[in-house]
């Protein structure tokens, strides 16, 4: 089992920043290489992928909405997962969910997404 905890979440003006992060929990998520995302869900909306990381970081991948705008990475050492999101416009708002995937790879299919955390606020106001 792994347990994905999210935080940073909070209120922020258009053009600002915040930094999300996501803390893994389990011994499933250090015995098998697990690649992570970041998706978000915008009321009324579904849930969208936002941006992936492999297993050794060394592959990413983002949305087209947030590219040069947002920065995934991680560190296996302390099972953390950054989400660095600058530049942020009121389109960015909604609820931002940590994922992890069975697969040294990364993926942007949400259902392959194995485990998920609970979410995190992000309102951005114009």
């Known amino acids: 089992q792994v347990q994905l905890v999210e935080s940073g979440g909070g209120l922020v003006q258009a053009g600002g920043s915040l930094r999300l992060s996501c803390v893994a929990s389990?011994?499933?998520?250090?015995?098998?290489?697990?690649?992570m995302g970041w998706f978000r869900q915008a009321p009324g909306k579904e849930r969208e992928f936002v941006a992936a990381?492999?297993?050794?970081?060394?592959?990413?991948d983002y949305a087209d909405s947030v590219k040069g705008r947002f920065t995934i990475s991680r560190d296996n050492a302390k099972k953390t997962v950054v989400l660095q999101m600058n530049s942020l416009e009121p389109e960015d708002t909604a609820v931002y969910y940590c994922?992890?995937?069975?697969?040294?790879?990364?993926?942007?299919?949400?259902?392959?997404?194995?485990?998920w955390g609970q979410g995190t606020q992000v309102t951005v106001s114009s």
């Open positions: 994922a992890a995937a069975r697969t040294l790879s990364f993926t942007v299919v949400s259902d392959q997404y194995t485990y």
């Open positions: 990381v492999s297993w050794t970081g060394g592959n990413k």
């Open positions: 389990g011994r499933t998520f250090s015995n098998y290489g697990m690649g």
